[in-house]
């Protein structure tokens, strides 16, 4: 009868597949790492490990065949042992041959109850890997994510751009202003503003960075028409954008190049200085209609609030009526620095905007924005409104302001 040296061959092969499971699970010392491992390497990794389980799980499942394949055979011989020919054996021997037959059974259903834990314990495992490969995936996803973003925030003028100092390109769309940046303008000087950037050569709109004279380099909207290069300074247009905001927000800047956002009164200000230049306004109603406007005008820095010098047409436009003839100073005014000509009343807090106020009634691109004309006359005086184009209580659609210098800036 050969029950018993099959299990026992059975048992060593199992006991070699739990000592084989027993050596994947025991720590294994780390050395610390040298470098980041690639995300082809994690991958490669992780694909092992899923073929480990893999082949895991098919061993256990042969070797439960096997084990089955043994039992079955114990059925039959155990069936045997209880012939009536066998009962007339003295009872020595009957033991001695039943007793192999019930340990060779109890090692067998030891030996399946310990498969059926391992099997469980790498179906657990396989899970994990498999979990692990998963987090992995989203892990990868974030550091190209944060790769784009770094992308972003990397200077212009790299080595690769230096070698061609002919053309710029331009940066993706981003979702905030590029923070300070280490100048070497020796190796390649960036244009002091869009107009510049249209004397080079430039013919496509969108974002670039600028560094005017004096100044760090910043980003920059650029809308290039036949007239020359114009920097977007201002857009509304779907009310994304919180414009009620104090004086340092209107000061730095806020909002998206790409949507709706305020530049900055001091970035304005580098880039115009003390020159001469024009303002352009772009409205939009409900209907469709549209209107623009352009002024000339100079703006001063923070030490006279951001003062715009108008002419006398410009100034009746903002509701200024008395106008030297050196023209008019109107200064920004915000909800916590009230500058306005009102003495009675604080616009900017009142139509929830900083703005050039002359008064409160005349016109205001940085109130509050609707997405439908308001039903109650004293709400709509809050939104974006240009009193001599579609009243003082109509709350326009869409915004957008550009400037312009008309006087070329001395060399540094």
């Known amino acids: 009868m050969h029950c018993v040296p099959t299990a026992g061959a059975a048992l060593v092969l199992?006991?070699?597949?739990?000592?084989?499971?027993?050596?994947?699970?025991?720590?294994?010392?780390?050395?610390?790492?040298?470098?980041?491992?690639?995300?082809?390497?994690?991958?490669?990794?992780?694909?092992?490990?899923?073929q480990l389980g893999h082949g895991l799980r098919e061993h256990v499942e042969r070797t439960q065949g096997h084990l089955g394949a043994l039992e079955?055979?114990?059925?039959?011989?155990?069936?045997?042992?209880?012939?009536?020919?066998?009962?007339?054996?003295?009872?020595?021997?009957r033991e001695s041959l039943v007793s192999p037959g019930k340990a060779a059974s109890e090692t067998l259903r030891s030996l399946q109850t310990q498969l059926k834990a391992q099997n469980s314990r790498i179906e657990q495992l396989f899970q994990k890997v498999a979990q692990q490969q998963r987090h992995l995936e989203k892990q990868h996803l974030r550091i190209q994510n944060l790769q784009r973003q770094v992308g972003l925030l990397a200077p212009m003028y790299l080595a690769h751009e230096v070698a061609k100092p002919?053309?710029?390109?331009?940066?993706?769309?981003?979702?905030?202003?590029?923070?300070?940046?280490?100048?070497?303008?020796?190796?390649?000087?960036?244009?002091q503003d869009c107009q510049e950037l249209f004397e080079e050569g430039e013919r496509q709109s969108g974002l670039f960075q600028i560094q005017p004279q004096g100044s760090l380099p910043f980003l920059v909207n650029c809308k290039m028409t036949s007239d020359?290069?114009?920097?977007?300074?201002?857009?509304?247009?779907?009310?994304?954008v919180d414009f009620n905001r104090p004086w340092e927000a209107y000061k730095t800047g806020f909002g998206d190049p790409q949507g709706e956002f305020w530049l900055g009164?001091?970035?304005?200000?580098?880039?115009?200085?003390?020159?001469?230049?024009?303002?352009?306004?772009?409205?939009?109603?409900?209907?469709?209609?549209?209107?623009?406007?352009?002024?000339?005008?100079?703006?001063?820095?923070?030490?006279?609030?951001?003062?715009?010098?108008l002419t006398a047409p410009v100034a009746s436009e903002l509701g200024v009526t008395t106008v030297t003839p050196s023209g008019l100073s109107l200064p920004f005014s915000t909800w916590d620095r009230d500058h306005d000509l009102r003495r009675?009343?604080?616009?900017?807090?009142?139509?929830?905007?900083?703005?050039?106020?002359?008064?409160?009634?005349?016109?205001?691109?940085?109130?509050?924005?609707?997405h439908s004309v308001p039903q109650q006359r004293q709400q709509r005086k809050k939104g974006i409104f240009w009193k001599t184009w579609r009243g003082r209580y109509y709350p326009l659609q869409a915004t957008t302001m550009l400037i312009q210098p008309t006087e070329a800036k001395a060399a540094s």
């Open 228 to 240: 020359g290069g114009w920097t977007i300074i201002q857009r509304r247009q779907d009310g994304s």
């Open 14 to 50: 199992c006991a070699a597949t739990a000592g084989l499971l027993s050596a994947q699970g025991r720590p294994v010392p780390v050395e610390p790492p040298q470098r980041f491992a690639s995300w082809d390497e994690v991958n490669v990794l992780a694909h092992g490990l899923l």
């Open 344 to 370: 009675d009343k604080n616009c900017a807090k009142s139509l929830s905007g900083g703005w050039w106020f002359g008064t409160c009634s005349h016109s205001n691109l940085n109130g509050q924005y609707f």
């Open 72 to 93: 079955r055979r114990l059925g039959v011989c155990g069936a045997a042992c209880k012939e009536p020919g066998a009962s007339a054996a003295p009872p020595h021997v």
């Open 265 to 309: 009164l001091e970035k304005v200000h580098l880039i115009l200085g003390d020159r001469s230049s024009h303002l352009a306004v772009q409205l939009q109603d409900w209907e469709g209609n549209a209107e623009s406007l352009q002024f000339p005008v100079r703006l001063g820095g923070e030490d006279t609030a951001y003062s715009l010098q």
């Open 166 to 191: 002919g053309r710029r390109k331009r940066l993706p769309k981003m979702s905030q202003f590029v923070g300070p940046t280490h100048n070497i303008s020796h190796l390649h000087r960036l244009p």
